[in-house]
């Protein structure tokens, strides 16, 4: 078989407003269901043939679990994988995700796997769950947009529907990391969680627009008071300005929409355009 000798695939990342936890014995069956929205800055990876399996991210070399454990659910050939990332680690983007998605399309690309995109997308999905660095992203940066979860994992398992919306401008303020890992395997958070999750994916399926997903996720936010003071003085920032604004799952990061520059008394402002398209090759 001739292989290419390189491949590069882009994922956005995501953002989950919010999500119910949904954990059983098999991951592909597992994951989360909820709403969350992709932004074009995300992960752009590049997949060279090698003889020993390297991974680096921003120019470093890392363990980068997520990755590692996706591309050895592909293929037993030695690759070097080389990722850059346009979104913090660990501070509610879906970074793992983004990076494992995009480096099981190149890999596939690149030594001719001939796996379609569920195939790949279900790789990453489970070593997501595996590393429990996150749950639903994955399944959100499929389709892109802002989607609705309706059922955990990757389609055909999974079910995952879409709010129409423009692309448009998401702000967003980073204060540091938090850690899904912890998160997860809090059983009293876990209740928690999944108690508000059910009903703020209720009230959005109601009125599926994108400033109710805004809301919706603000809602989720409060009454999980999972809320650093910076995130929840940011929030209150931005809706007095009259924009809308929630915090990344899970991290420790605001993001809105119209935030009039209400954000920028807390730090760097970033922004992003929502992106439509799922993860694809280059």
Known sequence: ??????????????????????????PIHSGSMGAGVCLEDGAVTSVHQAHETTIKINGAVSEAATTLSAIRLLTTKHVLVDTQLGI?????????????????????EALSLGLTFNDLANAAHVADVKNRTGLGDVAGMTCGGIDIRKHAGIPPVGRIDRIPCSNEIISWVS?????????????????????????????LIKKPTLE????????????????????????????????????????????????????SEFGEVKKSRISHAGGHLL
Not at 213 to 236: G, H, L, P, W
Request: contains cysteine; hydrophobic residues 45%; charged residues 20%.
């Open 1 to 26: 078989m001739q292989y290419r000798t390189s491949a590069r695939a882009f994922a956005p990342s995501h953002i989950s407003g919010i999500f119910i936890i949904d954990i059983k014995k098999d």
């Open 175 to 203: 204060f540091g990391e938090i850690s899904t890992r912890s998160v997860l395997s809090d059983g009293i958070k876990k209740k928690s969680i999944n108690k508000a999750g059910r009903l703020r994916l209720k009230e």
């Open 212 to 263: 109710n997903f805004f809301r919706q996720s603000c809602a989720f936010t409060k009454q999980i008071d999972m809320m650093s003071t910076k995130v929840r003085d940011a929030i209150e920032a931005v809706e007095a300005s009259g924009g809308l604004a929630s915090q990344a799952m899970l991290g420790d990061t605001v993001f809105s929409i119209n935030d009039n520059g209400a954000l």
């Open 88 to 108: 913090p680690v660990s501070a509610g983007f879906g970074a793992s995700a983004a990076g494992a998605l995009s480096a099981a399309l190149a890999v596939n």
